[in-house]
């Protein structure tokens, strides 16, 4: 998937270039990998955190024509205001031709409407939010969607089981081998409550 960022190259570096791009809108940002030198760039600021609130933010890949030559990348790290939670720095990463790269898919969840076990009033445990895979630039799922239709309380979804497009490859196929499971419904504290008052209860009555 291909992001619309706009991406200019920098001159400037250091704290103060960086407060002042801040001050002015703009966030600071490198181009590193492919046995390549460095490159600064920036970012506007509202487009990269509009960017930043999509799940397949980290699955984009840009491209930007730098001097002569036309290079691809994506984003590798984003760094936030502790505060505000503005964007303050972003990293990207070349993509070497005919390179497999390492993205972060992000894991959803449909149709629970066709659940029994949603039905019931299960809940799902989902073990792995983001799933690490190897894969060609131009074969970037979005998302890896789970079907929870006909699942009952009790239902896993394994790894080994879903069906991934081709050429994508868990990074740690056995640390994930399972990815979420529909649990049921726990109705914690007040629950165990009322059963002690209850207890207590029946305790006093024998009295």
Do not use: W
């Not at 490198?30 to 920036?42: A, F, M, N, R």
């Not at 984009?60 to 720095?89: Q, Y």
């Not at 659940?115 to 060609?136: A, D, F, Q």
């Amino acid at each position: 998937m291909s992001s619309s960022l706009k991406i200019a190259k920098r001159e400037t570096s250091g704290k103060k270039a960086a407060r002042r791009m801040r001050h002015n809108g703009l966030v600071p940002g490198i181009i590193y990998g492919d046995s390549k030198e460095p490159t600064l760039v920036e970012i506007g600021e509202k487009e990269l955190k509009i960017e930043c609130q999509s799940a397949a933010f980290f699955g984009h890949t840009i491209e930007l024509r730098l001097g002569s030559v036309l290079e691809k990348f994506i984003p590798k790290k984003v760094d936030f205001h502790p505060v505000t939670d503005a964007p303050i720095h972003v990293d990207f990463q070349r993509i070497s031709k005919g390179e497999k790269i390492k993205v972060s898919i992000p894991v959803e969840f449909i149709n629970d409407d066709k659940s029994p076990g949603m039905k019931k009033g299960g809940v799902i445990n989902c073990i792995v939010h983001r799933l690490e895979c190897y894969c060609s630039p131009d074969s970037i799922p979005e998302k890896i969607s789970l079907d929870l239709s006909g699942r009952e309380i009790g239902s896993s979804f394994i790894l080994a089981e879903i069906e991934l497009p081709e050429e994508v490859v868990p990074v740690n196929a056995e640390r994930d081998a399972v990815i979420a499971t529909i649990v049921g419904a726990r109705t914690g504290a007040t629950d165990d409550a009322s059963e002690s008052t209850e207890t207590d209860d029946a305790s006093a009555s024998n009295t």
